[in-house]
């Protein structure tokens, strides 16, 4: 079974900044996807960022970037230029690909980050 | 384009009784995945719906059911509900060609007393 961790709960940095959130992984597939969902207050997950296991290029979206490292199964989420709408609950997920026995999204416990005016 | 939609939004039950939690998928979508998410945690998966067929399942027991109608939405049904089954209740679609790519509802929050 693959197994999801997220070592900070909670992290707390000033607007404009630019913060890195962590996540480690642990599985024996070869190819799978990873993922941040954000959560804010309103509870509706919004996918941030996926990236494919086997593309070497980290995936970018706008502020938001991975830096995907698979031989140490690490999947960190930057965020550049921080906003106050960027006050969530970020979920770090796994999953293995659909019909090789996939059994839907793996969370991580999630990183509470707020940011401060 | 309407997104994922989940009905109602908040429910209150007794021990011992039964709830059933809906949802709509985004539109051009034909699978559906449920998960639970209790305080603090991540969400856990539930099972998912493809074809009106539950097509994978996770850790949860018999007690969790669902359904699959004809125009892809769903239905989860819990019965015998346990204080521990209190939780937000989130359902996701996507598209059987890029069923990776989940997109959840605001989810139905429920309250086992």
């Known amino acids: 079974a693959q197994t999801v961790t997220q070592s900070q709960p909670e992290m707390s940095v000033q607007e404009a900044e630019t913060v890195t959130l962590s996540c480690t992984y642990d599985t024996s597939e070869n190819n799978y996807y990873l993922f941040w969902y954000k959560q804010p207050p309103s509870r509706q997950m919004i996918l941030v960022i996926r990236?494919?296991?086997?593309?070497?290029q980290n995936a970018t979206e706008n502020r938001f970037s991975v830096n995907f490292q698979k031989a140490a199964k690490s999947f960190s989420l930057k965020i550049s230029d921080s906003q106050l709408g960027d006050t969530a609950m970020y979920f770090c997920a796994f999953m293995k690909p659909p019909g090789g026995g996939a059994d839907g999204l793996t969370f991580g416990k999630g990183t509470h980050l707020i940011i401060q005016p | 384009d309407a997104g994922v939609t989940q009905s109602p939004t908040h429910l209150i039950k007794t021990r011992g009784q039964q709830v059933t939690l809906r949802c709509s998928p985004k539109s051009g979508h034909d699978t559906v995945s449920w998960y639970q998410q209790a305080l603090g945690q991540g969400p856990q998966f539930i099972f998912q719906y493809y074809e009106e067929e539950e097509r994978q399942r996770g850790n949860f027991p018999d007690r969790f059911s669902g359904h699959q109608f004809p125009n892809y939405s769903s239905e989860l049904n819990v019965n015998a509900l346990l204080l521990g089954d209190s939780a937000l209740y989130l359902c996701?679609?996507?598209?059987?060609?890029?069923?990776?790519?989940?997109?959840f509802g605001p989810g139905t929050r429920l309250l086992v007393l």
């Open positions: 990236q494919e296991a086997y593309k070497q």
């Open positions: 996701a679609s996507s598209y059987r060609d890029s069923e990776e790519t989940q997109y």
